[in-house]
């Protein structure tokens, strides 16, 4: 039976590279000498620090500009509140999204469901996986998809037939 696989997840190899490219401008830029600016790439976390907002600020337009230029989608990072650490250093914990939350995928199993199609949805874990018994049906739930969830940066993978 044709299936497959709805799922949330950046290249984590360019998302290397653009928080690398990032530190590296930010090391180069005469408006940062002097200051402790820079990204912090951890396991789907990255961390901003700087010395003041302004700074955080063009800290994160470096990191969203050089995620755009590797074509990774933006919608993938979730910014989090800026905290202050010691001194008058502040930083800022940006999550990085992997996989499908459980209400996310929720609303896609309904979506799919609602819309009459002949094709079935299931949540395994972090992806949601869409079978059906022709393979053009799969591509109207493909299309319907990628027209109503617009807030995810959603991928489609492991299509078989």
């Known amino acids: 039976m044709p299936s497959f696989d709805v799922v ?3 290249d984590t190899v360019e ?3 653009a928080v690398d490219q990032s530190n590296k401008e930010i090391s180069n830029r005469f408006d940062f000498k002097g200051s ?3 990204v912090e790439l951890g396991e789907n976390l990255l961390t ?3 010395d003041d907002d302004f700074k955080a600020a063009q800290v994160r337009d470096v990191l969203l500009s050089k995620c755009a230029k590797r074509k ?3 919608r993938f990072l979730d910014f989090g509140d800026i905290q202050k650490i010691g001194g008058d250093k502040i930083k800022q914990p940006v999550t990085v999204r992997n996989g499908v939350s459980g209400n996310d995928a929720k609303r896609i199993v309904k979506l799919v469901k609602d819309s009459k199609l002949k ?3 299931s949540i395994q874990g972090d992806t949601v ?3 059906g018994p022709k393979r053009d049906a799969l591509q109207e739930a493909i299309a319907l998809l990628r027209e109503k969830v617009d807030e995810l940066p959603l991928s489609f993978e492991n299509f078989r037939d």
Do not use: H, K, S, W
């Open 48 to 50: 901003i620090f700087a």
């Open 15 to 17: 998302l290397r590279n």
């Open 119 to 121: 094709v079935q949805a």
């Open 72 to 74: 990774i989608d933006v």
């Open 129 to 131: 996986r869409v079978t």
């Open 8 to 10: 949330c997840e950046a």
């Open 36 to 38: 402790d600016a820079r």
